[in-house]
C-alpha cells in the first residue's frame, strides 16, 4: 500500500541552529499535509498544515515546503530551542477517503 | 477551554477484562478517531467515525469495539478478545477532512 514515511528517524541539532526534518510520500492522490510534534507521554501537537495547491505555507519559526513533483515534504523549523526536542510525523490525507496516514516520525534532540 | 479530553490516564486490564477508554470533544468536530501508538511506532487507526450514529473499522479493528450515541462522544472498548492490548491510546477529532486534533491519550498496561 502508499505511505508517508520521514528518511531519518533521528536528527541531533545544536540550540540555536535551523533544523530541517523530510518527508517522503508516496501517494499521488494526497491532498493535503500535516506535521505534528509529540513529546513524551502526550498527544500529538499540530505544528502546521498544506494543502497540496501550496508549495510552502509559513508559521512561527516553522515552515512546511511540499514538493509534488518529487513528493517530498519538509519542515522547518528556525532558531530551535531546548522544547522543540520531540518526535515530529508528518501525515496525509488521501483526496478518496480522508483518513490519515502517518510516517513512523523523526526524533529531534536538541543539543545545549 | 475548549479541546479533547481523555480518561483515564492510565489504565490497567486483566486477564479476560473489557476496558473502556472515554474520549469527549467539544470542539464540534463531526468526525472522531482511535488510534494505536506502540513504542517507537507511527499512530495505526483503530476505528473511525465520521457522524453521529456511524462508525468504521479501520486498519487494526480486531479486538476492539467502539460506540458513537452522541457526537461529543466517541468511547473505545478494549475487548477480551485483543491478545496484546498494552500500548498508548489516542483520540482525535476534526472536520471531516481537515486536521485531526488529539487527545492526551490513555496508557493501557495489562496485569
Known amino acids: 500500500g502508499e505511505s508517508v514515511g520521514l528518511h531519518l528517524p533521528t536528527l541531533s541539532v545544536q540550540e540555536g541552529d535551523n533544523s530541517i526534518i523530510n518527508c517522503a510520500y508516496s501517494?499521488?492522490?494526497?491532498?493535503?499535509f500535516i506535521w505534528y510534534k509529540q513529546e513524551s507521554g502526550k498527544g500529538p501537537q499540530f505544528i502546521i498544515d498544506?494543502?497540496?495547491?501550496?508549495d510552502k505555507r509559513q508559521g512561527q519559526r516553522v515552515t512546511v515546503l511540499l514538493n509534488k513533483t518529487v513528493k517530498h515534504l519538509s519542515l522547518q523549523i528556525a532558531a530551535t530551542q531546548p522544547g522543540d526536542s520531540a518526535v515530529y510525523f508528518c501525515?496525509?490525507?488521501?483526496?478518496?477517503?480522508?483518513?490519515?496516514?502517518f510516517g513512523a516520525g523523526t526524533t529531534v534532540t536538541v543539543r545545549a | 477551554d475548549g479541546g479533547i479530553t481523555q480518561s483515564p490516564k492510565y489504565l490497567f486490564r486483566k486477564e479476560g477484562q473489557n476496558v473502556t477508554l472515554s474520549c469527549e470533544q467539544n470542539?464540534?468536530?463531526?468526525?472522531m478517531y482511535w488510534y494505536r501508538q506502540d513504542p517507537g511506532q507511527g499512530l495505526r487507526l483503530i476505528y473511525y467515525?465520521?457522524?453521529?450514529?456511524?462508525?468504521q473499522k479501520g486498519d487494526i479493528a480486531e479486538g476492539y469495539s467502539v460506540s458513537r450515541e452522541k457526537k461529543e462522544s466517541f468511547p473505545l472498548t478494549v475487548t477480551s478478545a485483543q491478545k496484546n492490548p498494552t500500548a498508548f491510546y489516542l483520540c482525535?477529532?476534526?472536520?471531516?477532512?481537515?486536521?485531526?486534533?488529539f487527545g492526551p491519550g490513555t496508557r493501557l498496561l495489562v496485569l
Open positions: 501525515a496525509e490525507i488521501s483526496r478518496g477517503d480522508y483518513k490519515l496516514s
Open positions: 482525535a477529532s476534526s472536520i471531516w477532512g481537515e486536521t485531526q486534533y
Open positions: 501517494n499521488s492522490a494526497s491532498d493535503y
Open positions: 470542539l464540534n468536530h463531526d468526525a
Open positions: 467515525s465520521q457522524i453521529v450514529n456511524d462508525f
Open positions: 498544506i494543502r497540496s495547491n501550496m
